[in-house]
């Protein structure tokens, strides 16, 4: 163990963050006022062993705090283990010049504060623990459950306010961001998107996952920061029909532990959890299904399709298809014709590259397929860029998405065998040799 400190030994805690400073202070509890007996003879009462408790003397969101969320503090400073021994000379590596997170405790029959510093360098779980008292020049490797008790979430310490709503009233949730801008609305138990209105068909499981977490949405912790020294880059709005909530989102705290929040018109900035950020503030392209095209493969009358300059059609009759590739009748092609029809319905792009904009491009690959019913649907891509993705354009959604070279290369090999093979020159006959 790094420290050996009996719990009930310490008297102060002042713990300081990149985000917030906290001080506890340990009192004794007046001993009640016993009336003297009058009875001759009795023997005086002992006094009561003294009791002590905890007070919040500096910082936080309340007078009341939770006595456990403390302990964990206190019960650590007997048993902190290291995993490692690391070199001395990294400091600055390590967040320790100067430490981002302070704990000093003052502890009976000590002249002197126990300081411990701590750093967490950024995208570590890891921590690192020195103490700049101590005879020896030591750094330790801790784990993040360790520093987690040492620096336990405001969540830990105090009640902090949330959101509580039954999932299934939610009606409607509104996402604004840099990436895109979302808009879902429930109807008879059934999610649409209708921003972006691409005519896609919702991604019920994102969604779904989305609605729990921002039902019962609670901040893990809070920081010593003025709701007005920052400015919302998101917001997210969850409305029932009864009810509003609106969730500000700002900048990434300096400690690397969340992102500054602000609930309503709540005055205490909160922490949103990277976790809850990743399942709340999801990109347009994780609300829709990806895969374009749904429509009925058996209703397709006519597909054509233009390769750089290569021309393929493949029409349906009355006993099969009617291929034609650059103007040439090809037989025998209709199990490649359904293929083809196929591989355009499981066609699936990779992103919304942008949202009210058209293809600028010169066409790749370009697809029309007819219906029966007189609609049409149109794949356009664009050649290759770096790392092989194609801009895309499908029918005459104002969007443009991306698709990998994969995805494209799969509709190119599926027209591309509507030609015909080439036949094999027959084997000349063998000389005869009297």
Known sequence: SILDIEADTITK???KTPDKALTFEKHEIPAPTVEPTA???AEAQPAPAP???WKLAAGGISPAFKQAGLDK?????KSMAASNIVDPSKKAEYGLEPPAFTLTLAVEGDEKPLRIHVGRPAGSDDAYLHLPDAEEDVVYNVVKYNFEQLFPKGSDLFDLAGITLDKEAITEVLITQPEGNIVLSKSDDSWTVTEPDLGLEAQNPTITS?????SAWKPGDYVDV???SWEAVRMLTVKTVDAIHVLHIGPESPSGLGTYARLDDGQQTLLLSDTDRSKLFIAPRDVVQLSVFNFDETLVNEVNATIEGATYKAARTTDGWAVNVNGEAVADKDDAALDLVST????????IASIGTT????AYLDVQVLMSDGTQHRLNAGAAATGGIHSVAIDDKAAVFTANSVSVGTVVAAIQALVPVAEEAPEAPAEAHE
Do not use: H, K, S
């Not at 293809?359 to 010169?362: F, I, L, V, Y």
């Open 13 to 15: 805690v002042d713990l």
């Open 39 to 41: 009875e001759e003879g």
């Open 51 to 53: 009791t002590y408790e």
């Open 73 to 77: 503090i206190l019960n650590r400073m």
């Open 210 to 214: 989305l609605v729990n977490t921002i």
């Open 226 to 228: 003025a709701v007005d």
């Open 344 to 351: 355009l319905v499981e066609f699936q792009v990779a992103d």
């Open 359 to 362: 293809n600028e491009w010169p």
